[in-house]
């Protein structure tokens, strides 16, 4: 979210220096400063409005509020002080809070471009993607020139049930157009020794180097390399680091923290460390380098693992796909060249797994019991509609929805009253929040078979549940992010459980249920299915890549070749 700062006046006012003491993290002194600017004038907005931000910033939520309205009641049309207080409200957790300040501060000032952005932020928070994407389409438009703005408009139309895979292209085609195109002036001729069997230095740049669900598939690709043919540095673009960090610092890899390094510094970094191939990992999610490989530092650059669907980029030379998330057809949508793998990820298995529990329904007297674990982002109104579609086909079936914020009062609500105008009573649905990792995995051991979502389908959720014995019902959609599911069923031999379209996706789900002995026998082999998979052959997998980067590598030494000849 964005949080508004209002700008310094020049001349160096007792406002002006409280306001640099909290910039500089001198709380105590920029306190006393406001304090006695409100003591000779206890309705100074300013004083009242950054005494707000600063009890923020010390975890006094509560007084802040106060001072924000305080502020507010002498001056209530300043979208400033709408927009912080939503951000106050939205740190605690207050969405419908938040949502009004923002709407409010819009309706103060249509081009309050913060408040679109957060509103946006919001509405992509809890599955409202269509109204996420037009409040960041406004705020794009409003400051053209912030291009996270337009990375976060990309993510939503991904998630969008009514985007099309033109419009998805367009977004990235722009986005390089706006941002990447202009920094091409300042790539360089690249002198890496065009030698084909060489040794190779492979760069990852990835802002989830951390327990997040895509390091459980960047893992195995960065730690698995034959180190006699490949050396490995790392770029960390966040600070946020924990235990699954101290992994790969600890591995034979070379570290470099770049989340505080401009774009061109982190770009000379990397052509100083003479990396051969530069690999994205995070395209358009948070903390992403995306405008670093418009400078094109590495001779070859890819993107890969961490986010699917392509950046659009004119710098980016290859993506990583398997056949069933970008088909042949779908080519046409990426400005990458497509290179296809056996999968579109390798997955290693977590070790603090259960293990696999067995039927519920058999302890249940038969009833059956659907679930989904995916974020709350993914459960659109799409998902919804499909869920009770099942439900309604399966007479007293239940369906048990996990996640961290889903025990928030505002995605527990939408959820429910979307359930329940489709026709599904609220005492079949059980919703639950966060866990530790452990339990987060054996609550699939409550659930027969889990309901993917649509248009955005399960990554890691799904190889979790099938690591659990539990399959997933799914459909090969219409996108990258929305064929995962159906990709790993497909190499788990569970091709039964992947829908063509909505119907089938129904069908396949009330199949699954009628037969329970067959169910039961899926369950007990799923796990053994997933571990045989290419999937989880991570050596397999990563000599597959390594092979990929060789032939890569060897095409622009030859291109180099026939640059010096001509």
């Not at 065009?194 to 802002?207: A, I, M, N």
């Not at 530092?297 to 710098?315: K, L």
């Not at 088909?327 to 497509?338: H, K, L, N």
């Not at 007990?524 to 092979?547: F, H, K, N, P």
Request: proline share 5%.
């Amino acid at each position: 979210m964005k949080l508004y700062t209002i700008p310094p006046r020049p001349q160096a006012t007792p406002l002006q220096q409280a306001i640099e003491c909290q910039k500089a993290g001198d709380f105590r002194r920029a306190e006393r400063i406001y304090r006695k600017l409100l003591s000779k004038n206890p309705a100074d907005v300013n004083a009242l409005h950054l005494l707000g931000l600063l009890y923020h910033a010390k975890g006094k939520h509560f007084e802040a509020v106060s001072l924000i309205r305080k502020a507010i009641g002498y001056h209530p049309t300043e979208p400033a002080m709408y927009t912080n207080l939503g951000v106050i409200f939205e740190s605690r957790g207050m969405h419908t809070e938040a949502m009004a300040c923002y709407r409010r501060a819009i309706n103060v000032n249509p081009k309050a471009w913060e408040a679109h952005f957060n509103l946006g932020n919001v509405y992509s928070q809890f599955a409202l993607h269509d109204d996420a994407v037009r409040h960041y389409q406004i705020a794009s438009d409003l400051k053209p020139e912030m291009d996270n703005i337009v990375s976060n408009l990309i993510f939503q139309l991904d998630a969008s049930g009514t985007s099309t895979a033109e419009q998805r292209f367009s977004a990235r085609r722009r986005w390089n157009d706006q941002y990447a195109v202009p920094l091409h002036q300042h790539q360089q001729p690249h002198t890496n020794r065009p030698t084909p069997d060489r040794k190779l230095r492979v760069g990852y740049v990835s802002g989830d180097l951390r327990a997040h669900s895509a390091w459980l598939a960047i893992s195995p690709i960065v730690l698995g390399h034959d180190r006699s043919q490949y050396d490995v540095v790392i770029y960390s673009s966040t600070k946020l680091e924990d235990g699954a960090t101290d992994v790969i610092r600890n591995a034979d890899v070379t570290w470099r923290g770049v989340s505080s390094m401009g774009d061109a510094e982190t770009a000379a970094l990397i052509r100083s460390d003479s990396i051969d191939i530069l690999v994205d990992l995070s395209a358009f999610t948070a903390h992403n380098r995306l405008p670093v490989f418009a400078y094109k530092p590495a001779p070859i650059q890819v993107t890969a693992w961490g986010y699917a669907g392509g950046t659009g980029m004119d710098a980016m030379d290859y993506t990583f796909a398997d056949h069933t998330c970008i088909p042949e057809d779908d080519r046409q949508f990426y400005a990458e060249e497509v290179v296809y793998l056996p999968s579109v990820i390798c997955y290693n298995p977590p070790a603090n797994a259960p293990e696999v529990g067995p039927l519920p329904a058999r302890r249940r007297d038969g009833q059956i019991t659907f679930g989904n674990f995916n974020r709350p982002t993914k459960m659109a109104d799409r998902s919804l509609e499909l869920w009770a579609r099942v439900l309604t086909a399966v007479p007293n079936s239940k369906l048990i929805l996990k996640y961290t914020g889903l025990e928030q009062t505002f995605a527990e609500a939408r959820i429910r009253d979307t359930l329940e105008n489709l026709g599904i009573a609220t005492d079949r649905v059980r919703l639950y929040g966060w866990t530790p990792h452990d339990q987060h995995l054996g609550a699939y051991n409550d659930i027969d078979i889990q309901l993917d979502t649509v248009p955005q389908s399960g990554g890691i959720t799904t190889l979790e549940a099938a690591w659990m014995g539990v399959p997933t019902v799914c459909m090969a959609g219409d996108r990258v992010s929305g064929r995962t599911s159906a990709s790993f069923m497909q190499r788990c031999n569970a091709s039964e459980f992947v829908g063509a379209d909505p119907d089938g996706y129904v069908a396949a789900a009330v199949q699954a249920v009628s037969d329970l002995d067959r169910l039961e026998s899926v369950r007990a082999g799923l796990r053994q299915a997933l571990q045989d998979s290419v999937i989880c052959d991570d050596t397999a997998y990563v000599r597959e890549v390594e092979a990929a980067y060789r032939q890569m590598w060897t095409r622009w030494c030859e291109q180099r070749a026939a640059e010096v000849a001509a």
